[in-house]
T-cell receptor
Framework: GAVVSQHPSRVICKSGTSVKIECRSLDFQATTMFWYRQFPKKSLMLMATSNEGSKATYEQGVEKDKFLINHASLTLSTLTVTSAHPEDSSFYIC??????????FGPGTRLLVL | AQTVTQSQPEMSVQEAETVTLSCTYDTSESDYYLFWYKQPPSRQMILVIRQEAYKQQNATENRFSVNFQKAAKSFSLKISDSQLGDAAMYFCAYKEDSNYQLIWGAGTKLIIKP
């Protein structure tokens, strides 16, 4: 149980284009999902908290107009990187809250912006 | 503010032996949760073990156990009979009872020597 999928697993795009990453909870309903960014050999940096049916809460320093988050259902949240630039290249991970205290993570998406 | 400290950037252990990873945290709360997550080279974040602060008994999951010292704010992870598949980054994380967000340590890279 508590499986989270993420798609795509890796994406290469040109600078200026937008990229959408999907996060799905496969066997449970997740009222809250989280989006993280992870730099090489570093810990996870929380970007935003996504609640089903409401606007996402962004962490300080994260541009909400650049990283658009939609949580349209209890099993799906999407992160769209708009007008991507090389500095947006990173590893993006989503997680979904199962129960009151535990987060389960997707396998991550490697984004490379050329 | 709550902080999580992992003082060992890297640890190595001989296969089949036991290793202990350290984690300390700082909080003024009395109710919270502590987690150890494993991130192998695939970068999939996997929950290893979870501890509720109100429980005095140390959590155990097969070869993985914790030594939870609430007064000392210490939460170490012991891996017994280390296996090659245990090689990964290990992250300690803290969560308040009233907050969904995880506070992460910097991680410890565990190397298993065959």
């Amino acid at each position: 149980g508590a499986v989270v999928s993420q798609h795509p697993s890796r994406v290469i795009c040109k600078s200026g284009t937008s990229v959408k990453i999907e996060c799905r909870s496969l066997d449970f309903q997740a009222t809250t999902m989280f989006w993280y960014r992870q730099f090489p050999k570093k810990s996870l940096m929380l970007m935003a908290t996504s609640n089903e049916g409401s606007k996402a809460t962004y962490e300080q320093g994260v541009e909400k107009d650049k990283f658009l988050i939609n949580h349209a259902s209890l099993t799906l949240s999407t992160l769209t990187v708009t007008s991507a630039h090389p500095e947006d290249s990173s590893f993006y991970i989503c997680s979904a809250r199962a129960g009151e205290e535990t987060q389960y993570f997707g396998p991550g998406t490697r984004l490379l912006v050329l | 503010a709550q902080t999580v400290t992992q003082s060992q950037p890297e640890m190595s252990v001989q296969e089949a032996e036991t290793v202990t990873l350290s984690c300390t945290y700082d909080t003024s709360e009395s109710d919270y949760y502590l987690f150890w997550y494993k991130q192998p080279p695939s970068r999939q974040m996997i929950l290893v073990i979870r501890q509720e602060a109100y429980k005095q008994q140390n959590a155990t999951e097969n070869r993985f156990s914790v030594n939870f010292q609430k007064a000392a704010k210490s939460f170490s992870l012991k891996i017994s009979d280390s296996q090659l598949g245990d090689a990964a980054m290990y992250f300690c994380a803290y969560k308040e009872d009233s907050n969904y967000q995880l506070i992460w340590g910097a991680g410890t890279k565990l190397i298993i020597k065959p």
